[in-house]
């Protein structure tokens, strides 16, 4: 399975944009790149999807880099709401099994 | 709409016995797909069900077991307890559409289960 690298932690003020970033430097072909995200106590929740261009949604924004070697999660507007821990995820076209890895803590200050 | 559920929400076992963990999908959804969770870990890949039938399989022994129903419910079956099984168990559904494997997943609350 194709692997992912995140930074383990991250600050962000409040209602100032996020940059997450994501390697997958071996990505293949069919493979979607997934965000998802887990606040405390809960089950991980779906953010956003994309395969090769840019992704808008009412969550967030994906910037897929041309060579699709490495992504970034944007959240416009960080809120306290968006503290938790986001995982960026690698999944074969065919199928829709999620291999998370250990993701990045985001803390947003007020 | 409920969304995904999971029964029960926390459970405690002792070494060599079996669980079985319940998972109801969101309205509509027909495939489930089963995650362990070990404490400060992310979720781990257990097995996907669609159409009855065990489609997917991640890195676990045979004595994870599940099935899928009718009614697209499914059961987590774990034989012979072992006090590494502790962890939280997410249930996750999704709606496979014109063959398109990779829509989002709804993922419910989990249940704890805690092997002594």
């Known amino acids: 399975d194709a692997k992912t690298t995140q930074p383990n932690s991250m600050e962000s003020n409040e209602e100032e944009p996020v940059h997450l970033p994501c390697n997958h430097s071996?990505?293949?072909?069919?493979?979607?790149i997934h965000w998802y995200r887990q606040l405390p106590s809960q089950g991980p929740e779906y953010v956003i999807h994309?395969?090769?261009s840019n992704v808008n949604n009412r969550m967030a924004s994906l910037a897929i880099a041309e060579d699709r070697k490495s992504s970034t999660l944007i959240l416009h507007r960080a809120t306290l709401r968006d503290a938790a821990v986001y995982y960026c995820?690698?999944?074969?076209?065919?199928?829709?099994?999620?291999?998370f890895g250990t993701g990045t803590r985001l803390t947003v200050i007020p | 709409d409920a969304g995904v559920t999971q029964s029960p929400t926390h459970l405690i076992k002792t070494r060599g016995q079996q669980v079985t963990l319940r998972c109801s999908p969101k309205?509509?959804?027909?495939?489930v797909s089963w995650y362990q969770q070990a404490l400060g870990q992310g979720p781990q890949f257990i097995f996907q069900?669609?159409?009855?039938?065990?489609?997917q399989r991640g890195n676990f022994p045979d004595r994870f077991s599940g099935h899928q129903f009718p009614n697209y419910s499914s059961e987590l079956n774990v034989n012979a307890l072992l006090l590494g099984d502790s962890a939280l168990y997410l249930c996750?559904?999704?709606?496979?559409?014109?063959?398109?494997?990779?829509?989002?997943?709804?993922f419910g609350p989990g249940t704890r289960l805690t092997v002594l």
């Open positions: 996750a559904s999704s709606l496979i559409t014109a063959g398109d494997w990779n829509n989002e997943q709804f």
């Open positions: 071996t990505i293949s072909g069919t493979d979607y």
């Open positions: 994309g395969l090769t």
């Open positions: 995820i690698l999944s074969f076209a065919g199928a829709n099994n999620l291999f």
């Open positions: 309205s509509g959804h027909d495939t």
């Open positions: 069900y669609y159409e009855e039938e065990e489609r």
